[in-house]
């Protein structure tokens, strides 16, 4: 149990006290403790230090709540480069879909750590053991820490506390914290440079950094600059990402007992907009009658209300019946399409060409469109990064400190080109006039203009934070600290070929050769002015600030009967602000078409004020009982006022470490947390979003017939701020034990398990399409839907039966073979913003073997391997109704397992890893379906030469890295780039690396 640090003993051995990191903070006083090994009374003096989760100094890195240190040589044996990689693979971590795979306007270029799958609003970040400046780049009001700010090549190992630390943290660490720790205190000159790629396709990683630093007695100054980038991965350039229509490969990869689900469509998700344009009429309703209103189709008797497309049914017309036509939505032929301009004048030879719209799944022919043939998978980055630390000794017991750092990522990815649909885009339609409209009247329309190019998106984030701080000793006893943070972040993001609605209507009022033409198949491009016409750019801008002045004393105030008695006193204020200046085109002006609608500017700011006190009280006096070597117990808590009227009350923790002997640990905590609404879920400006796969429950597109029901349409989703959110509290339960084998041959190797259980009331989130839609009638959610006027009559002309809404919790009412039933007018909205739900509970097991064994012939051995197991993630959103475990379902797999093997001999090292992660589930009103266990391996091999080969060469390690490999796809996913980008971090399959290190 009592093994210090051994990152910080060195560091103390080296520069005496280290700055900037509290977790490797060692203390101005020393501890006695009797050399069991050497059997004799000779003292050793363990220096204590800080670790994540208290600020009291301790001997011992294993407190009442349990912690992982992930160290630099752990790091490296990953093979991992960037940050988001690294921690995406730990057990705890769960999906997140903010990552900087994302293709919507409302995030990308930035990742997000969920702990617990609790969310990333309730996962702490800490760089250096204080707060980080959360990123522009909100998520629907999860505010978060951007994972892409902090070079992997600056860390020197992460902490991550698997607890709440509410109390010693503040509000937003009710799952745990992660605290990332920077390289310091560095003499010399280190390049590291390495380059790697996959074996299926160009994503090449390019990573080099460069370390300076200098010291003596009294201070050192280490300065550090860092470059990443890496290629894109498009979807063509992988099997499993090419084409969105997955049925064939789930058929194979599945069997025949998805037939079913096959055969319905559910995983052709190919979208039902694409450039095989898809026409109907705008309805009776808009007054479209022969001789009225511009209407004019020669041999149609005046005042005949158009009730399908004029002219269509490939019928030679001989009368006015048959040029009233008879479909009421069609298709241009799907092989030499008519390209035929009458000036906005009704042509029956055009007209007669138009076909049934083919939607049937896995079709082809069919206006079912692959988007994928633009989509990237994962985009193309930049990262540069400066940084500076500095520490100063003005006396023996006066240490300044502070550092400097600078960050500036650039990332790019592509999209399909925008849809265009009359639903979707404020009832658009192509007049009458357009040039190339063949059939006289108004048309709706669903198209999607390929032409024009991929929707490109450039996003530009740069942020910088300064950290100025005293700290030191008074009384021998006693350590202050003090210190200013300043940390700012901004995000840029600007999508080029988008489509502005206004330059799009000017352009299909055309009566002209330039107007923009829809009616020519999926073959036809338009011509580049013409595209020039409606094309236009967006942008997507925000910052974020954070001001925090902390200051802690700590040390043992009493030294009693069973030992010293520690105490912590901390407090802290902090001014966070927020911005977001869009521009109008995407805002107020809503011009874009087939795009997000992004927030309104928004300007906001709080305040924080914080205290805090945590005390470590001995129970017993350590060695003096038969199984109770020690015993401690640990009270925290802390107290929060925000300036727009919340206030935590004081939130405790008590945590309890008992030691019945040398090899054995119990320990547990109860934890209470609060945790504030963020300025964005608070005051954030409404967003809007075109999400497909929302069938219309109460219109079912087998009864209707109108493809707009379907799973296809891109429906209009809202979301914004809600002022009128209240707090989210919640508790938190976990005890566990930690057992090092004592006897020789098992000498090096521990387990360890622990129970964690988090309760939240009052959560704040967004409820859900789905849940909205299956709530619609009965359930309260009616008022988040808005609909066309008015009902329809349908009759079920299939051979089987229908569900149709009918009650709350998705309760249906079959429709039978023949029957007619009165439904709904279609969707036109759906609003999703944040609002407090009753309960949400998560409760599992985490589990942690470790080996370590030292041969005099062979090296040194280790192994490790960590397992979280999820018994329960559920929530409610009335606590009348019961709480359902959703372990098992999409993203939320019932365990996760990570493993490292380790070997090192004299210049020779070694290693293999391994990732896994079970099988999950999807389920909706379609039905049930299983997405596979996915698991990667990985290895390194590194070479450090001899000292004396040659002066160049000496202090030089090569590496050699692959991850995957054994070159496994990602599981297949019923998605339309067909997996879980959330759990996958390199999709692209096996990845080599080559790598060195140079000192000087």
């Known amino acids: 149990m009592n093994t210090p640090h051994p990152t910080a003993a060195l560091a103390a051995a080296r520069f005496g006290l280290s700055f900037l990191i509290c977790a490797g903070a060692l203390a101005a006083q020393e501890v006695k403790k009797t050399d069991d090994k050497k059997k004799t009374d000779e003292t050793q003096k363990l220096a204590k230090f800080e670790v994540t989760g208290s600020r009291l100094k301790q001997v011992d890195q294993e407190g009442p709540s349990p912690i992982k240190i992930i160290s630099r040589v752990e790091i490296e044996a990953t093979g991992r480069t960037n940050l988001t990689d690294m921690l995406r693979d730990l057990p705890e971590a769960g999906i997140t879909g903010i990552n900087e795979g994302g293709t919507t306007a409302a995030v990308r270029g930035s990742t997000a750590l969920n702990l617990r799958d609790l969310g990333a609003n309730n996962t702490l970040i800490l760089l250096n053991g204080r707060r980080a400046v959360a990123t522009a780049n909100a998520s629907g009001g999860t505010v978060f820490v951007d994972l892409n700010r902090f070079p992997l090549a600056m860390v020197e190992r992460i902490e991550v506390l698997k607890d709440g630390a509410s109390a010693i943290y503040g509000a937003d660490a009710t799952a745990g914290v992660v605290n990332i720790i920077y390289r310091k205190d560095f003499n010399g000159v280190e390049v590291n440079s390495s380059y790697g790629n996959s074996a299926n396709t160009d994503v090449g990683e390019k990573n080099f950094s460069v370390f300076v630093g200098a010291g003596s007695g009294k201070g050192s100054v280490t300065a550090a600059v860092t470059y990443f980038s890496r290629g894109a991965l498009k979807g063509i350039d992988t099997p499993f990402g090419a084409n969105a229509d997955l049925s064939a490969r789930f058929l194979k990869e599945k069997g025949p007992q998805y037939a079913p689900l096959v055969a319905a469509g559910f995983f052709d998700l190919r979208s039902g907009t694409g450039p095989q344009a898809r026409i109907g009429l705008t309805g009776p309703a808009t007054g479209q009658i022969n001789g009225q209103n511009g209407v004019n189709i020669p041999g149609v008797p005046l005042g005949t209300v158009i009730a399908r497309l004029p002219g269509t049914g490939g019928v030679t017309p001989t009368g006015a019946g048959d040029l009233l036509g008879t479909l009421a939505s069609a298709t241009p032929a799907f092989t030499n399409a008519s390209v035929t301009g009458t000036g906005g004048q009704f042509n029956s030879a055009v007209a007669r060409s138009y076909v049934t719209q083919i939607l049937v799944p896995q079709s082809n022919p069919s206006n079912l469109y692959n988007f994928q043939e633009f989509v990237w998978l994962t985009p193309e980055v930049q990262r540069t990064g400066l940084n500076l630390t500095y520490r100063y000794d003005l006396s023996k017991n006066i ?26 885009d404020n009832n658009i339609v192509v007049p009458k006039t357009n040039h190339w409209n063949p059939f006289g009247v108004d048309v709706s329309f669903n198209f999607r203009p390929v032409d024009i190019g991929a929707r490109k998106a450039d996003i530009t984030n740069h942020s910088y934070s300064t950290l100025l ?12 600290e003090v210190g200013y943070t300043y940390g700012f972040d901004e995000v840029v993001d600007l999508t080029t070929n988008a489509i502005s609605e206004s330059r799009l209507r000017a352009s299909l009022a055309k009566s002209t050769p330039d107007a923009l033409n829809i009616f020519g198949g999926a073959s036809y491009r338009n011509p580049a002015a013409v595209l020039d016409g409606i094309r236009v750019q967006q942008q997507k801008a925000g910052n974020a600030a954070l001001d925090l002045v902390d200051a802690k004393l700590a040390g043992e105030i009493w030294q009693g009967p069973t030992g010293a008695i520690g105490l912590a006193l901390y407090a802290e204020h902090r001014r966070e602000k927020f911005n977001v200046a869009n521009d109008a085109i995407s805002t107020t002006l809503d011009d874009i078409i087939g795009q997000v609608r992004l927030a309104d500017a928004t300007k906001a700011g ?22 109770f070597k020690s015993a401690d117990l640990s009270v925290a808590t802390r107290l929060e006022e925000f300036s727009d009227g919340y206030d935590s009350g004081f939130k405790p923790y008590f945590g309890l470490r008992y030691q019945p002997t040398k090899d054995l640990l119990f320990r547990g905590s109860i934890t209470r947390s609060f945790r504030a609404p963020t300025l964005t879920q608070l005051y954030g400006g409404e967003t809007q979003g075109l999400p497909n796969g929302l069938p219309d429950l109460r219109r079912p597109l087998a009864l209707t017939g109108d493809p707009f029901d379907g799973s296809t349409t891109q429906r209009l989703v809202k979301q914004g701020g809600n002022p009128k959110l209240t707090p989210e509290h919640g508790k938190g339960y976990q005890y566990g034990f930690v057992y090092e084998f004592p006897w020789k041959h098992l000498q090096g190797l521990s387990v360890g398990s622990s129970y964690f259980r988090t309760e939240l009331s009052n959560i704040i989130t967004t409820v859900g399409t789905g849940f909205i839609r299956q709530n619609e009638v009965g359930g309260g959610t009616a008022n988040l ?18 569900l149709v809404l009918s009650g709350p919790l998705n309760e249906t009412t079959t429709v039978t073979p023949g029957q007619t039933v009165t439904v709904p007018g279609r969707i036109q909205s759906i609003s999703d913003s944040v609002v407090n739900l009753a309960y949400q509970r998560v409760e599992g097991y985490d589990m942690e073997l470790n080996y370590r064994k030292r041969t005099v012939d062979y090296g040194q051995f280790s192994f490790r391997s960590m397992t979280t197991y999820f018994k329960f993630v559920g929530s409610t959103t009335n606590l009348a109704n019961p709480t359902l475990n959703s372990i098992g379902r999409s993203g939320l797999p019932r365990y996760r397992v990570q493993s490292s093997l380790a070997w090192a001999r004299k210049e020779w090292g070694a290693g293999l890893n391994h990732n896994f992660t079970n099988r999950n589930g999807l389920f909706s009103e379609n039905g049930g379906v299983e997405i596979a266990r996915y698991y990667t391996v990985g290895g390194f091999l590194t070479y450090d030469i001899p000292t004396g080969t040659a002066d160049w060469l000496n202090n030089t390690r090569l590496s050699l890295g692959v991850d995957n490999l054994l070159d496994k796809e990602p599981p297949l996913f019923p998605d339309g780039v067909g997996y879980q980008q959330g759990f996958v971090g390199r999709p692209a399959g096996r990845f080599w690396s080559v790598g060195m290190r140079k000192a000087f």
């Open 399 to 424: 240490q300044f400190f502070g550092e400097a750092s600078y960050q500036h990522n650039k990332s790019h990815i592509e999209l399909a080109p925008s849809p265009i649909s009359t639903a979707g």
């Open 469 to 480: 701080g005293a700290k030191g000793t008074i009384f021998d006893r006693f350590d202050w």
């Open 606 to 627: 709080r305040t924080v004020k914080s205290v805090a006190a945590e005390t470590r009280i001995p129970l017993v006096k350590p060695n003096t009982y038969r199984f």
């Open 785 to 802: 839907i808005v609909r066309d006027p008015g009902s329809e009559t349908y009759t079920n002309r299939t051979a089987a039966n229908i």
